[in-house]
Nanobody, 118 residues
Framework: QVQLVESGGGLVQAGGSLRLSCAAS????????MGWYRQAPGKQREYVAV??????IYADSVKGRFTISRDNAKNTMYLQMNSLAPEDTAVYYC?????????????WGQGTQVTVSS
């Protein structure tokens, strides 16, 4: 079982940037999918950026603005978010596990709130 702790959320003005971090602890053996998801009020959780079987996938809405990366030595995954817009407001969750971007299975972080003001 992997434990995930997220950080880096907050309030930012439109056009600003934030970097989210997800620190993993515990066994990561067998993990082939890791990524970031978000859930806005009244909406379903959706994938934002996912690394699955070595390939990186971005949601169309964030392509060119968000970048997912990881530091294997630190067991930490990041999401750099630039040119933020009010529609990016959501609770962001990190995920480590298996499956695919649209059907993830595994461990989730507690979530971190990102609020973008206009």
């Amino acid at each position: 079982q992997v434990q995930l702790v997220e950080s880096g959320g907050g309030l930012v003005q439109a056009g600003g940037s934030l970097r989210l971090s997800c620190a993993a602890s515990g066994s990561t053996l067998g993990i082939n999918t890791m990524g970031w998801y978000r859930q806005a009020p009244g909406k379903q959780r959706e994938y934002v950026a996912v690394i699955s079987w070595g390939s990186t996938i971005y949601a169309d809405s964030v392509k060119g603005r968000f970048t997912i990366s990881r530091d294997n030595a630190k067991n930490t995954m990041y999401l750099q978010m630039n040119s933020l817009a009010p529609e990016d407001t959501a609770v962001y969750y990190c995920h480590y596990g298996m499956g695919s971007a649209r059907s993830p299975v595994g461990s989730w972080g507690q979530g971190t709130q990102v609020t973008v003001s206009s």
